[in-house]
């Protein structure tokens, strides 16, 4: 079983490719884009162990030479210090490495978002493929073109709108994930869920086994769904300036809880998790998400392992940062609302009181 | 006198304002945008003590609250490092510095992409406003939107396109610049003349004293001509796949000279006069030149002060520098050739024993 979704951006268009073993297509894939003759696959040390071997063989069996760049695994690396080191290496490689080589991020969101820098700024923009091998990486990061580092005021401060040239997304990975690592993919097909498609959250309720037990055809079919979600947000809206701000549901209070913990204490699902449970609560409170809803919600993250509630969290440490998001606008905190099960809005106007209400709620 | 040039890019379409004083309408510019609150002036320490009080004083006056970033003049400062310290400080602003925030780009070409390529990748993109202060910042790197700084292993190798939002050209600030800066940026004029507008060579012809001694009409007329050329080009081919190639005239080998020589021995417009001098006469004994026109161009470079010759210039050494540009590919050095004076061809059949004849040339 394999799906192919392609993300409609006019010149800029590109193909999402998902299965088991597609991996092994990569040298294909590759070659099909035309004129590459040299590639940089680049990895974390952990993910390289594992696959980077397959994916070089895949592509010098296409005639595409590659070389490997690898980092030390883990968000602490997603810095421009190692994007700096990663170019150093990659114009170590030329001259064969000239305009048209093609970066091949393979690995997770860390990795998609790092090597999708590089080759955004490398002689103004080489061309990049994205091997994501995360479940997290697979629905979200590795479709949108959303590239870039950490900087310690923040998370993604320094980045750029790259898109890829294409996806491969091997289901055959996920197995080998860390639960809490699939688990975060998971808190986000959720989200995709209940900002676009209440068919998908059926979906996820129905088969919550089989996808616990990374079952590659319902794998298949779990990513294809959320793919299509998040290609069409972004084809209609590729620069954030409208709808793509849909994804940022469960963003601005998760996004604080992760800065609040330190990352990595928290994981960015179980941040996302906590974040859309008080999201729902504060759309509950406004009128305009029923009870019930927001209860079947919190009921399926639960079934998924995910966190509801968040004994001890400090409000007075949240609202700071909650102001200072990236996508705060003078202070004025920005959330994203469910009006039902499907359909969110953008809510300029949640005040203080409201915030305070939504993180007692997590606190309790 | 002022002049007005539009730069049509669609939606990122702008305009470059000439005239001498210039530099006070910055903060109603900046203000114009539209939401800007927030601006970060990126200047070298040397311009910075010349002109950094004016423009931070014309945005206050405007309501634009601006901070100064400030990094060592010359182009030893054009690195990711430097870069990485401005991004430091700009984000040391937040929460004032959010996106809609600008940054301004005061000084020459250094500074310009330096301070582009931070507004390219901070924040995924901030507007930014370019103030150049040098001739050839003004006629050449303050339009177009390329961006970047410098690697060992060859110069803008990092990069973005991020076309400014506005341009400012205070022709009050060239007379306080050293001849050989000046003539840096005539070298480019001259170009500009060659591969599109033989005009523009009468009007340097008639007027090379008075824009010799900076006469402020003349210079504003001189880079409106210039910059009006570059619009064109940059319109027609934002990205550089097609004729904005043609600006890379006298650049192949130019480029080469300079990096044999080592950045700042030779200047860039020492190295692009020789660039052209050479491809003139590729050009010529391929018969798509004239004789008699090249040595019209030979004759105002050499009237300009620029070099037309450089003895003991080592072809083994300058041709694997060639082979390797950016913009060669396979190895294949790629040339742009007058067919006439006002217009020129990209050639990509160019042989060594060709090239080793322009090097003869110059070195003769």
Redesign the interface.
Known sequence: MERAINVELGTRSYRVRIGAGALGSLGAAVAGLGGA?AAAVVSDDRVAALYARRAIDSLAASGVRAGLITFPAGEASKT??TA?GV??AL??Q??AV???AVVVALGGGVTGDLAG?VA??????LRFFQCPTTLLADVDSSVGG?T?VD????K??????HQPSGVLIDVAALPTLPPAELRGGLAECVKHGVIRDEALLDFIERNAGAILACDADVMTELVARNVAIKAAVVSADERESGQRAHLNFGHTIGHAIETLAGYGSVTHGQAVSLGMVAAMHLAVRRGLLGQCEADRVERLLGALGLPLRRAGLDFAALLPIM??D??????QVRMVLPSRLGAVDVHDDVTTDELSAAAGYLAG
């Open positions: 003759t421009l210090a700096s170019l150093d114009f170590a030329r001259p000239d305009r048209s820098f955004a700024v490398a002689l103004r923009g959303k870039g900087h310690p005021a923040g993604n401060l320094i980045g750029a709108f102001r200072h990236k996508k705060a606008r003078a202070g």
